[in-house]
């Protein structure tokens, strides 16, 4: 068959989108979704008892600190313009009631006064509010005689840590044992004592995922069974976004969808339904996956990172917990 005239015959598009994609400068120009430092939370683990930084295997480039470490740590991410850090305490002794993490010498109100003390206003200091590293048992509350965690009893824990970590300095706690009513408990403790200026994030859809795995080698979690009488159950979404509008209610300044990348529906649907900032928790999990594949040379591992953080945002994420907070801050400015 003859082509002859074919090309001439063929009218073209009037409608071409990829006109917006002929250049980089086109492209950064028109982009609808751009991640920022300020945006970005760096979590940090620090251990007592250590004398130098303990790398944990599951999780490449991420270690347990010391609290010499920390203080470096938090330096560079106030240095990079990241949003704040996430501090979360290991401490040498455990018990059944998790005393370690109310303890104002227990490692975790000591970090946070030490960070505060090193970085000022500089960062967000942000602080996990939960027994589950503190605990002989691993769970984020008290235990019952026949082995359940105590709703209300647990509860009244938390104020009291609540108190403790406002009385440290830090600037925002967040509530991530997902107890029934944590918020409003915490919010009142806190006000009580008068750190009403003190915020909170509150773990709002936290989920019970298979991608914690490696967080628990982090904290070194000495977990018996699991956590699913308490965290929300991977099938649900409106039920996310239901403890999200009660954390709201009972006086959240920001709530978090954890984890992120398996749950963005529910990051969209939150973001939809609330008028605070809403966060997400890309978590340890969703990290290894990535450095597995990117140490395999199976994927671009820096493009890789930052297409997470975009789709993260994309989502409805104001603001994001990431591992890769300073290595992203750094890629973000090239």
């Known amino acids: 068959m003859s082509t002859e005239g074919v090309e001439g015959a063929v009218a073209g598009p009037v409608v071409r989108p990829r006109r917006l994609r002929t250049t980089p400068a086109m492209r950064r120009m028109v982009a609808e979704t751009q991640v920022a430092p300020r945006q970005l939370v760096l979590p940090l683990f620090v251990r007592e008892g250590l004398s130098e930084p303990q790398p944990i295997s ?24 990241l949003g704040g850090v996430m501090l979360f305490g290991i401490p040498e002794t455990r018990d059944a009631t998790g005393s370690a993490g109310i303890d104002p010498a227990g490692i975790l109100n000591l970090a946070i006064t030490d960070v505060v003390g090193e970085v000022g206003d500089a960062l967000t200091v942000m602080s996990d509010l939960c027994l589950d590293e503190f ?5 984020c509350g008290l235990l019952t005689p026949d082995g359940r965690v105590d709703n209300d009893r647990t509860l009244a824990a938390y104020a009291e840590m609540a108190r403790a970590q406002a009385h440290a300095g ?18 009142e403790a806190l006000d009580a ?18 991608f914690y ?19 929300q ?27 992120a990348l398996a749950y963005l529906d ?16 890309n978590i340890s999990g969703e990290y290894a996956m990535v450095e597995a594949a990117a140490a395999n040379g199976w994927i671009d591992r820096e493009a890789a990172i930052l297409e997470t953080l975009g789709s993260i945002h994309r989502a409805g994420a104001d603001v994001i917990l990431t591992y890769w907070a300073a290595e992203a801050a750094r890629l973000l400015r090239a």
Do not use: W
């Not at 509150?202 to 989920?207: G, H, I, L």
């Open 58 to 81: 599951s999780m490449p480039g991420v270690v347990q600190h010391t609290r010499s470490s920390l203080l470096a740590a938090v330096a560079e991410a106030a240095e990079l313009g």
């Open 135 to 139: 605990t002989d048992h691993g769970h």
């Open 170 to 187: 830090v600037d925002m706690v967040g509530p991530s044992g997902m107890m029934d009513g944590q918020v409003a408990v915490v919010r």
């Open 193 to 210: 004592a008068e750190h009403s200026d003190v915020s909170i994030l509150a773990y709002s859809a936290k989920y019970a995922s298979a």
């Open 213 to 231: 795995g490696p967080f628990r080698e982090a904290v070194d979690s000495c977990l018996e069974g699991d956590r699913r009488t308490y965290q």
């Open 233 to 259: 159950d991977p099938a649900n979404a409106v039920e996310g976004v239901r403890e999200a509008l009660l954390d709201v209610a009972e006086g959240a300044d920001v709530v978090m969808v954890k984890p």
């Open 266 to 281: 529910v990051v969209r649907r939150v973001r939809d339904a609330v008028d605070v900032p809403v966060a997400a928790y």
